[in-house]
């Protein structure tokens, strides 16, 4: 495959759970991988070099934010699918007031200039974009909506939205999403978010209040899953929010009403911030943190773990940014200070175990299998001897989800006292045909004699 998320489109821009801590002490990890050299030709992180040689010393990054990426059908060949995976991505290049896309494998535009004009924006936060070619921008300094077209290989004004909403007026418009004709935007001076039509009229005023008291504090950025969404696995409806000075994130149903809220605090007690975030094909949640990682949650919002870690390295993260995800295939864009990244989702295994293996008759065993997976994948289970060669088959691969796994097992065997658990998980996007992770537990303890 040739995909123009290369170069380009990255210029765009024994245990029964694991612990927080623990987590973060297992980066980086095959959660996210980078695709192979021949997907992108190697380039999975750009930097201000990589921007210079393409555009000349005029452009140069500063403070990057919201990242969108899909497959516009004007690009897509319907009698082809080799060209489904090439996106066009759009990131926001704030300190600069404009947008960065690309317009085919080769090429880059731009697009705005500082200004209250057409085509131009003052610090624009969030980006979104549909199928159509509708692209949304949140233009804060300028308190308005920003609505374009993509046609042609360029971007085109179509219209502002400003003004009041259920008489309050639009202010510093930060975040926004883009699903099934809704524009969600959030509106930090009323601590609200509003869902319009592409015409920018009102659909509806999402502002949760306990006893009188807003529940969102200064909303910053969103992302939306609509149940009837083609690349939406469990047919998942709700609404991510960060809010109160980045410190939590929520996940909300259509009328605003809360389904659950994590704090920064009780997720990563060192400190760290909920930045961007972004939902994947089976409804697990990213949050960017600019302090040098991803949290990520699953789909009821429960906290998985941290990804990746500060630097400029591999698998390391230099205050990233806005999140650009695409469902079908688990294509993440992410945008950093002085440049971004492309990776796929992938999937890991930490902390494997078997314990309480007990002899339950004459060469029949008997015992518990913890683990923890990162993300959705085909896992297999096996006992291996101490030479590595395979003994037993615990389980033939089972399609299973992230979090602390236990379960009991029985076998055939002889005394397996020595041997190790293996799992091997194969994840499920684009990333199942480079990607096989095998770990392995600590040598098997057993209880001689027959249980009751």
């Known amino acids: 495959m040739r995909c123009r998320d290369g170069l380009t489109a990255a210029l765009l821009c024994g245990v029964a759970a694991l612990t927080a801590a623990e987590a973060r002490a297992q980066a980086p990890t095959t959660t996210l991988i980078y695709p192979p050299w021949s997907h992108c030709y190697g380039m999975h992180r750009v930097n201000q070099t990589h921007l210079t040689l393409r555009a000349g010393f005029k452009y140069h990054f500063d403070d990057p934010q919201g990242v969108a990426a899909l497959k516009l059908a004007a690009e897509d060949d319907p009698a082809s699918s080799r060209d489904d995976d090439e996106l066009t991505v759009f990131g926001v290049n704030s300190g600069q007031h404009m947008l960065i896309f690309n317009t085919s494998i080769t090429t880059i535009a731009f697009y705005g200039r500082e200004g209250s004009g057409v085509g131009q924006f003052r610090h624009p936060h969030g980006v979104a974009a549909d199928r159509a070619g509708h692209v949304i921008v ?47 935007v959030c509106d ?6 509003l869902v319009l039509d592409l015409e920018g009229n009102l659909r509806r005023e999402l502002r949760p209040e306990r006893q009188g008291t807003a529940l969102l504090q200064d909303p910053f950025a969103i992302a939306v899953i609509r149940a009837d969404a083609t690349m939406n696995f469990f047919g998942e409806d709700f609404i991510v929010v960060t809010d109160s000075m980045l410190s939590r994130v929520w996940k909300l149903d259509q009328r ?5 809220v994590q704090r920064i605090r009780d997720v990563t007690p060192g400190g760290g911030e909920f930045y961007y975030p972004a939902i994947d094909y089976y409804a697990n949640v990213y949050c960017s943190d600019r302090g040098g990682r991803l949290h990520k949650f699953d789909r009821n919002l429960r906290f998985l773990l941290d990804i990746g870690r500060p630097g400029k390295s591999d698998f390391e993260f230099d205050e990233p940014r806005g999140l650009g995800l695409y469902r079908r295939f688990g294509q993440m864009f992410i945008a950093e200070r002085e440049g971004a990244q492309y990776m796929w989702i992938g999937t890991d295994v930490f902390t494997p175990s078997m314990s309480d293996v007990r002899s339950i008759a004459a060469n029949r065993w008997r015992g518990t299998v913890r683990y923890f997976l990162t993300e959705y994948a085909t896992v297999q289970l096996d006992l291996a001897d101490a ?36 799992v091997e998980a194969v994840p499920t996007y684009s990333s199942r045909k480079t990607l096989r992770v095998e770990k392995m537990s600590q040598p098997i303890r057993t209880v001689r004699g027959q249980t009751p």
Do not use: C, M
């Open 387 to 422: 030479a590595g060669n395979a003994r037993v088959a615990l389980q033939p691969p089972v399609w299973t989800g992230p979090g602390p796994i236990e379960k009991s097992v029985e076998f055939a065997a002889p005394d397996p006292a020595g041997w190790r658990l293996r």
């Open 256 to 260: 605003g009403e809360p389904f659950a």
């Open 138 to 184: 949140a233009d804060t300094g300028n308190d308005r909506l920003h609505v374009l077209q993509y046609e042609n290989d360029a971007l085109h004004h179509g219209r502002f939205i400003a003004g009041s909403f259920n008489g309050r007026r639009l202010r510093g418009p930060t975040g926004v999403a883009l699903e099934a004709g809704e524009i969600y």
């Open 188 to 193: 930090p001076g009323e601590n609200r978010i």
